[in-house]
């Protein structure tokens, strides 16, 4: 029996016989590696159509660079010493020898946990903490050990410490002294305004944690204050610092996506602390913190006078005396990043609704909550919700009519389709509908076309820290840094009172609307909300 004359072969396809005569000739080994090769080649010239298609192009695209100047040192005064404030103390390079022992011994027994390593990695800011404001004294201690620890980034351990910061339990005392330049605010949020507007009229520079106020009667008056300022003024979302986001602009910016009408984000949290229940440790005993050791009146300030409450002064977020809930927590970082990528201002209608439907302890503010924010002047609406007992993350998507993005560690791009933009490359079967066409992570240099399903795994993972210059850097670092540069060298910042106030505004629109049940409006002209 004659063999069968074979069909002649597209050329570079492989056929059967080919698959069998390499069989017979090569080792497994080597056939696994001529078929890689092959399939190597052939997902290469998809992606290069893919790119084509997306008129991307297949150079790294520009990183920001950690640049290295001689800087005057810039000497700070620290509000606020509780979780955040020492976060953000470690951020300018000061840790607590108590936080530094435990990562140690952390990466000791977990060579994959490189926390002290990426804070030891660091650019050193060239800055001093020369003054600190705390009502609690456990804290005003801890904070005067970070200030002083002779292990800080970009220096040996053996360099001699800073002078030790003055300890202030007025804040008043701390902005108007004569060494401090710039002011960290890391207090609750209805104290940020009055120590804000203080450090204003005292000349010195101002960065202050979200939400920037409690009421939107404070947001006024801090712009107000500002349109006559010479300082620089930064707000506490570091987003933009991301190397996602910076991706997520040139995605944007090149319209890939096609036009956007619809955007959804989401914070979910299903812990006690991610709930505001951190009065008790993991054992369930109370928090150290006592009349005898906190200023209490000195906390409250111009608010109700209430007796001393454990509960209140851990977990002040859950009372609209002191905050403005879900809103100015967590909701503000989504309005924040919509703002930072589309440049929309303040929605013309913001509805709120929800309810404490899980946490039943006494608190004010809602754990189950929905947002939607209608921008007319950009056919855009925003959805976001947001539950406190359920940790299930839904991303945050960018909904284009060509395709749709999906930004949080790392970011995807998903082709719609029925694009019209994409239409050729879907009828020719170089894309699918649904399928990943552009991926980015942090700790890659470039955009990356998307092919096959291990890709789309890895894709799929994130990371905590974005990266600069190949290495893990914290993102709230990255927005300091960005603050001081500012304000040695001029220029805005990437959260400056206008965008800061627009976000702020937007929240106090949700807040009403909440509180008030009912859609609440901007007037444009009378700039106010209604």
């Keep these: 029996m004659t063999d069968r004359p074979e069909k002649k072969s597209k050329k570079g396809a492989i056929t059967r016989r080919d698959l069998l005569k390499s069989a017979a000739s090569l080792p497994v080994i080597g056939l696994l590696g001529h078929l890689s090769w092959k399939e190597h080649k052939l997902e290469r010239g998809k992606k290069e159509r893919i790119f084509e298609a997306l008129d991307l192009e297949k150079a790294a695209l520009p990183q920001p660079q950690l640049s290295v100047r001689p800087k005057q040192r810039v000497r700070i005064g620290l509000i606020g010493f509780g979780a955040r404030g020492e976060q953000l103390a470690r951020a300018l390079g000061f840790a607590r020898p108590e936080w530094i022992a435990s990562v140690r011994e952390a990466a000791a027994l977990n060579r994959l946990d490189t926390r002290l390593q990426d804070w030891l990695n660091q650019e050193d800011l060239q800055v001093a903490i020369t003054a600190v404001c705390e009502v609690f004294d456990q804290r005003r201690e801890q904070a005067a050990a970070a200030a002083t620890s ?10 001699a410490a800073l002078p030790v910061p003055a300890l202030c339990v007025d804040y008043h005392d701390l902005v108007n002294r004569s060494d401090v330049d710039a002011v960290i605010i890391a207090a609750p949020d209805f104290q940020h305004a009055p120590m804000a507007l203080a450090a204003i009229a005292a000349g010195k520079h101002v960065y202050v944690e979200k939400c920037m106020t409690r009421t939107e009667e404070e947001a006024f008056a801090l712009r107000a ?46 812990t006690p602390s991610g709930a505001w229940v951190r009065h008790l440790d993991s054992q369930g005993r109370p928090r150290p913190g006592d009349p005898r050791s906190i200023d209490w009146q000195r906390w409250l300030g111009d608010r109700p006078q209430v007796p001393f409450s454990i509960d209140r002064f851990y977990n002040w977020t859950k009372w609209w005396d002191y905050a403005t809930g879900l809103s100015g927590q967590l909701y503000c970082h989504e309005v924040d990043m919509v ?35 209608e921008y007319p002047d950009h056919d855009l609406t925003h ?52 399928q990943t ?30 990266w600069r210059d190949g290495r893990r850097v914290d993102t709230s670092h990255l927005h300091l840094r960005e603050w001081l540069g500012c304000i040695r060298d001029g220029g805005t910042p990437s959260c400056s009172i206008a965008k800061a106030f627009a976000t702020t505004i937007t929240c106090h629109m949700a807040t009403r609307s909440y509180r008030e049940q009912r859609r609440v409006t901007w007037d444009k002209e009378a700039e106010r909300i209604v």
């Excluded at 002779?150 to 360099?159: D, E, I, K, V, Y």
């Excluded at 929605?347 to 929800?354: N, Q, R, Y």
């Design 150 to 159: 002779t292990l800080r980034p970009g220096t040996p351990a053996s360099t």
């Design 437 to 466: 066409i552009v991926s980015f992570r942090p700790g890659m240099d470039k955009l990356d076309a998307i092919t096959s399903a291990s890709e789309k795994f890895y894709a799929g993972r994130g990371l905590v820290y974005t």
């Design 383 to 434: 959805l976001y919700s947001a539950s406190l007992a359920n940790s299930r993350q839904r991303g945050r998507l960018f909904m284009g009519h060509d395709a749709a993005m999906e930004v949080g560690d790392s970011l995807q791009v998903y082709v719609d389709g029925d694009s019209s933009r994409y239409q050729a490359s879907l009828r020719q079967g170089e894309m699918s509908p649904g």
């Design 225 to 270: 204050a500002m349109k006559t300022s010479p300082v620089v003024f930064q707000l506490g979302h570091q987003y933009p610092q991301n190397a996602c986001y910076v991706r997520a602009k040139e995605i944007i910016e090149r319209n890939i996506l096609g036009k956007i009408t619809l955007i959804e984000t989401s914070s979910n949290r299903n």
């Design 339 to 373: 703002n930072q990528l589309l440049g929309v201002g303040i929605p013309a209608a913001v509805m709120a609704s929800g309810g404490i439907y899980f946490h039943k302890d006494g608190r004010e503010i809602p754990d189950i909550w929905n947002v939607v924010c």
